[in-house]
């Protein structure tokens, strides 16, 4: 199995459970989705605040979302191929890209969904992921259903 690397940095103050299980949903999501090299995804957890500016300054979105992912490379959705993009020299891991996780949506829509945190933590993290490896949902049509049929794999492989 691939030796992954998982940064984590935060904003404000997580839990050390978050922390456990979004390199867990990372994990998860990166083996079924066939990914066989190392790779490295920054995660960073942030507010309603934070994630408002990141979006402003780096999407040009005035507003909070529940989560950010920023890939480093552009993957064709479903077969992933580490030739699409370009291992560090130094440490020899492909970077996949970064990821900003708003705690204040997790509490509130896994409270307003009946989830829970946990659940709504690992679905984003998981969302987050697939967006790294070129999966999108801009339209309601076939994107759509593919990503979600992979978010629902990966979540049901968590037993989530």
């Given at each position: 199995?691939a030796?992954?690397?998982v ?6 103050a997580?839990?050390p459970?978050?922390?456990?299980l979004v390199?867990r949903s990372i994990?998860?999501a990166l ?5 066989r090299v190392p ?5 960073l957890?942030?507010?309603?605040e934070?994630?408002r500016?990141l979006?402003?300054e780096?999407?040009g979105v ?5 989560v ?12 992933f ?7 560090d020299?130094?440490s020899?891991l492909?970077p ?8 204040d949506r ?5 409270r307003e969904?009946?989830t829970g945190e946990?659940r709504?933590t ?8 697939l967006?790294?490896?070129g ?13 979600r049929a992979?978010?629902?794999a ?7």
């Amino acid at each position: 199995m691939a030796r992954h690397s998982v940064l984590v940095s935060g904003e404000t103050a997580y839990p050390p459970r978050a922390e456990r299980l979004v390199r867990r949903s990372i994990r998860a999501a990166l083996r079924l989705e066939g990914v066989r090299v190392p790779c490295e995804i920054s995660v960073l957890f942030t507010d309603d605040e934070g994630i408002r500016r990141l979006n402003g300054e780096l999407r040009g979105v005035d507003k909070a979302t529940d989560v950010l992912s920023f890939p480093a490379f552009t993957f064709v959705p479903g077969a992933f191929d580490p030739a699409d993009g370009e291992a560090d020299p130094e440490s020899g891991l492909l970077p996949l890209g970064d990821m900003a996780l708003n705690l204040d949506r997790i509490r509130l829509q896994g409270r307003e969904y009946g989830t829970g945190e946990k659940r709504e933590t690992a679905y984003l993290t998981v969302h987050s992921v697939l967006h790294l490896l070129g999966y999108d949902h801009l339209d309601e049509g076939p994107q759509k259903k593919q990503m979600r049929a992979r978010e629902d794999a990966v979540m049901r492989a968590m037993g989530l």
